[in-house]
């Protein structure tokens, strides 16, 4: 049934009209402005532009940097939120079925979601510098050549690794509350039915912990693409060379640093039809859910 | 097994109670090397913020307590030339207005408008309601460079004003009301229709209590998430005043990778902890609610 | 002082779906009158239209002849009790029941009075300063009961108020919102599923179904004379037998080929034959219209049931037998059925009457 309501003629208004006007100031228009901005190429001065259609499009395409980075970004995405998920749901089953200390626990694993992920980057970038860090000695010594400050692929370790580390706490507290809102009745009948713990898991709890697996997904898959770019900020800039360049990052490059406001324009606005894509897929699945 | 057990009672009694050790060690071990994992970064940053930059050039990092702690962080707060421009004392406060007006400022916009798409029915409703909420679709950053002309143009950088309200544009926190406010049973609206109580009497005299938790849940979240905002006052802010402690951090990034004199790892390190300690305690002193408002969100 | 009537109210969604078909209702002053049926007949929806608190598509709701479909629910001078009781959840038992009386600018001294008033003929006076988290189911009910009738309004509205209780308490508190509702002479109309509630509670009843009032009348009315199979079927326990079959010139036969009823009646073709399991009695071998063969006995305390197959056949039939009884499973019982009481539905449910006792039409049926 319909949620009961008011008909009166403008209080409606009066109350959504301070979060509309803000939107509209600040949201709506400036996502206009990315479109509009899209089809416009500048001189170099930012004194003329003119209207050329698709061709920033076709040159973004067309650029294998930015393929690169569409890919590295996608990767990126899928290896942190793969890494993030599983250790925090190994670490939330355990924290769910330990009697001593549970609480505890649950303290010390969810505190890390308020740490800005500058501050949790430039922590990162500090455990492995050549010039101070340990892990970077550490490391070398047992015979790796390490450097994430010179070696592409040591510099994507390094971010994974921070970006995962800065994720679990949030995702160890969904899983946590999703295991906790598994009914204990269900968890009986499901000790009665099957004796081995781990088959338990895998054929009652997992699949009882999708709807929060999937709002997960997409949480952690947003994350990935754009809370990242402070952690990548302080640590390698996208770098060395661009093999740590996210999406987002190379929006701000373009724009802010570069001034290719045309492209970065462009760029915005295939970010925001991939988030756009994104989002739907959770909805179709936040869908499922109230019909589970 | 229940013939086993019959058969030799003893022996497989302590079998079960070995497997059930072996299987308690494993949680907890598995949960200390999480706790170990999460905490050890922390920890290093905290201690080596008490070193000497130059013990922490010649022997890494730093595991226990050094004796330079008040001097690193003295020097936080009263520099503003070297490596920072401004002090930490500043950087904090900054800190701090952006956290609770983009809190405070969050709470009251959304709540007010989740009570209008919630509890009434007007001609505008639908469309309204996806004007709003299309905004949770598209995080600030995927429009982070207009949106930064717009700000400019209306003269609002380097200001309050131009570093929270934009933020505010997103409809998260109005998403969470509304969820919420669906969950309240209708027949408390309809006993309050009953007994006399107009749109703004039943806001007050029973939502507004109802929602106490829930209003505090959202602060505590949204305190967070202002306090930990990079790009946008990254962008915004270009007069050193308005520098936060998270885009401080930044900076001194930045000054140790140009190289040049000793690095002040010890700054660098104590920033850190100056950055996380404020959001991190709010989190731990409020984590019921905080969980509970962050779990609601997804129903 | 208070009555309500309905005239030809309808209720449609904008989806087309029609929740209230043309329903007609007269409530007298000072009169419980109670709406009955299974879920998803529309009864609530009828409530909540006379509240106010969903709007009426067609029709007139009349409260002391003036109509009032356009006012809204606090200017209607009625007051509602929640199935959940739709308590305030953070105020107090005395700011719960004085909410409505402060809306409506009721002096201090005189809310005081009057919820204490309520608190104490609901026994409530000691728990004035709880939270309804603080209060048991039935304490949160009498709560929800004094709000309503702190307002000493002109009607009340019950929907479904007793369905959270459990079975012991649920029949206390039948007693005493009845008593409560004679004493304090205030016309109400009361929802609810339960067809027991029903029968005990209301002086008329209203029995729904998809939307249409079946039929309306005094208990005894709808038990003795149900205007429809519906209504036969919906009110007694253990439910009325129904048997299908075939009225011609020489009466009814069942399906079975059984000639139960010999009266004439106005009507030939498929019909149904309803009978009280108390109708049927058993009789010495040779004078039975039938006989049953019994599968299975209940044993009730102060009744027993033996439920059977009619010889030859699938039909199945409830009997109420004395109290002791030496019958057991298996055994096959004489059965003659008490045709003064067998009640006839045409191939539409709709009750027929015989064509020799013309005398009794005046009660047939309304609907």
């Not at chain 1, 724009?255 to 925001?272: C, K, N, P, R």
Request: net charge neutral; aromatic share 10%; with cysteine.
């Amino acid at each position: 049934m319909q949620k009961a309501q008011f008909h009166q003629g403008v209080s409606p208004y009066l109350f959504v009209a301070p979060q509309v006007l803000i939107i509209l100031v600040f949201f709506i228009w400036p996502a206009g402005q990315a479109i509009y901005q899209s089809f416009l190429l500048e001189d170099a001065f930012g004194l003329h532009s003119e209207f050329v259609g698709f061709l920033n499009y076709r040159d973004i395409f067309s650029d294998p940097e930015y393929l690169d980075t569409a890919v590295f970004t996608l990767l990126f995405a899928a290896t942190v939120t793969f890494f993030s998920l599983t250790i925090a749901l190994l670490l939330a089953v355990q924290a769910n079925s330990v009697i001593r200390g549970a609480g505890s626990y649950k303290t010390l694993l969810m505190w890390a979601y308020a740490i800005a992920p500058p501050a949790a980057g430039l922590m990162g970038n500090l455990m492995f510098s050549p010039l101070i860090g340990d892990f970077y000695a550490l490391i070398n010594a047992s015979g790796i050549d390490f450097n994430h400050h010179q070696n592409g692929s040591d510099a994507i370790f390094v971010i994974v690794l921070i970006a995962v580390w800065k994720q679990i706490s949030i995702n160890f507290i969904f899983f946590l509350s999703g295991l906790q809102g598994i009914s204990n009745s269900v968890t009986e009948a499901a000790r009665i039915d099957c004796p081995s713990t781990i088959k338990r898991f895998w054929t009652i709890t997992f699949p009882l912990l999708a709807p929060t697996t999937f709002f997960l997904l997409v949480i952690n898959t947003t994350y990935a693409f754009f809370d990242t770019f402070g952690i990548i900020d302080v640590t390698t800039r996208g770098g060395p060379g661009a093999s740590t360049n996210t999406l987002i990052y190379k929006v701000y490059k373009d724009g802010f640093l570069g001034a290719d406001l045309g492209s970065s324009s462009a760029q915005s606005v295939i970010l925001m039809f991939l988030v756009l894509a994104l989002t739907v897929f959770q909805f179709r699945f936040i869908e499922k859910k109230v019909h589970y | 097994m229940p013939t086993l057990a019959i058969n030799t009672p003893t022996g497989s009694r302590s079998g079960v109670q070995v497997m059930k050790l072996l299987r308690l060690l494993m949680q907890h071990g598995i949960l200390i090397l999480g706790v170990l994992f999460l905490i050890t970064p922390i920890w290093v940053a905290l201690m080596s913020s008490t070193h000497t930059p130059e013990t922490l050039f010649q022997s890494g990092l730093q595991f226990l307590p050094g004796d330079y702690g008040r001097e690193t962080y003295a020097e936080l707060f009263t520099i503003s030339s070297g490596q920072l421009s401004t002090s930490a004392a500043i950087m904090l406060l900054n800190s701090l207005a952006l956290g609770l007006g983009f809190a405070i400022g969050k709470v009251i916009i959304s709540m007010l408008a989740a009570y209008g798409l919630v509890y009434f029915r007007f001609p505008l409703a639908t469309p309204l309601f996806w004007i709003i909420f299309s905004t949770l679709l598209l995080p600030l950053e995927v429009r982070i460079i207009p949106s930064y002309k717009v700000v400019a143009d209306l003269g609002l950088l380097n200001s309050y004003t131009g570093l929270i309200v934009p933020l505010i544009a997103s409809a998260t926190g109005t998403f969470f009301f509304r969820q919420y406010f669906r969950s309240i049973p209708d027949e408390l609206l309809e006993a309050a229709r009953i007994d006399n109580a107009g749109p703004l009497r039943f806001f007050i005299d029973i939502l507004l209590p109802l929602s106490r938790t829930m209003i505090a849940a959202i602060f505590i979240i949204m305190f967070v998430v202002g306090w930990n905002q990079y790009l946008w006052p990254l962008l915004m802010t270009t007069d050193p005043d308005y520098y936060t402690v998270v885009v401080g951090i930044r900076q001194m990034f930045q000054v140790m990778s140009q190289g040049g004199d000793l690095p002040q790892f010890n700054l660098a390190f104590a920033l850190t902890i100056l950055a996380t300690l404020p959001p991190v305690l709010v989190v731990v002193i409020f984590q019921r609610m905080f969980i509970k408002g962050l779990v609601e969100s997804e129903k | 002082m208070a009555n309500i009537e309905l005239h030809n109210v309808r209720k449609s969604y904008a989806n087309g779906v029609e929740a209230i078909k043309g329903v007609d209702l007269q409530v007298a002053d000072k009169e419980l009158i109670v709406i009955v049926g299974p879920s998803g007949c529309g009864k609530s929806t009828l409530l909540r239209m006379i509240a106010g608190l969903e709007t009426v598509s067609s029709g007139n709701l009349m409260l002391d002849g003036q109509i009032i479909n356009h006012l809204e629910p606090a200017e209607r001078d009625i007051a509602m009790v929640f199935q959940n009781y739709a308590l305030y959840p953070h105020m107090s038992v005395f700011n719960n029941m004085a909410y409505g009386l402060k809306n409506r600018k009721v002096p201090k001294t005189e809310i005081e009075q009057r919820v204490i008033e309520a608190a104490k003929i609901l026994e409530l006076d000691q728990l004035l300063d709880r939270k309804p988290s603080q209060l048991s189911g039935g304490q949160r009910q009498r709560v929800a009961m004094g709000r309503a009738i702190v307002r000493k309004p002109k009607l009340f509205l019950f929907d479904e108020p007793l369905s959270n209780l459990d079975a012991r308490l649920r029949g206390q508190m039948r007693i005493e919102i009845k008593q409560l509702q004679r004493n304090l002479a205030t016309t109400a109309v009361y929802v609810t599923h339960d067809q027991v509630e029903a029968m005990t509670l209301g002086d008329r009843l209203i029995v729904m179904n998809q939307g249409k009032a079946e039929q309306i009348g005094t208990p005894s009315e709808l038990y003795n004379k149900p205007a429809s199979l519906f209504v036969a079927g919906f009110l007694g326990s253990p439910t009325i037998n129904v048997l299908e079959g075939s009225l011609g010139k020489s009466g009814f036969e069942a399906e079975s080929g059984h000639k139960l009823d010999r009266r004439k009646f106005p009507y030939s073709g498929k019909a149904s034959l309803a009978i009280r399991p108390e109708d049927l009695h058993i009789v010495p071998v040779g004078q039975e219209d039938f006989r049953l063969r019994i599968n299975m006995i209940e044993e009730l305390g102060s009744e027993t049931l033996a439920i059977g197959t009619v010889e030859n056949s699938a039909q199945k039939l409830t009997v109420r037998l004395p109290k002791k009884t030496s019958l057991s499973e298996g055994a096959l019982l004489s059965v003659k059925l008490d045709y003064k009481h067998s009640h006839l539905f045409d191939d539409h449910g709709k009750r027929l009457e015989p064509e020799k006792v013309e005398h009794r039409q005046q009660y047939s049926a309304i609907a």
